[in-house]
């Protein structure tokens, strides 16, 4: 299973996807729409959502 942060640009066929074969999708459509870059990515951060 992989960690994911999908920003509100990703449509929801592919969130739907991701999650049916057991990704761990947070979307940020549902949780904070409108949300900053630097607040995204600081919660991408702190999830440990983000590799290199």
Known sequence: MTKLLA???????VVSAL????????????LGRGSTDDVVL???????RVSS
């Open 19 to 30: 999650r049916a074969d057991s990704h761990d999708v947070v979307w940020i459509k549902e």
């Open 7 to 13: 920003n509100v640009n990703v449509a929801a066929a």
């Open 42 to 48: 600081a919660m991408a951060l702190a999830e440990n």
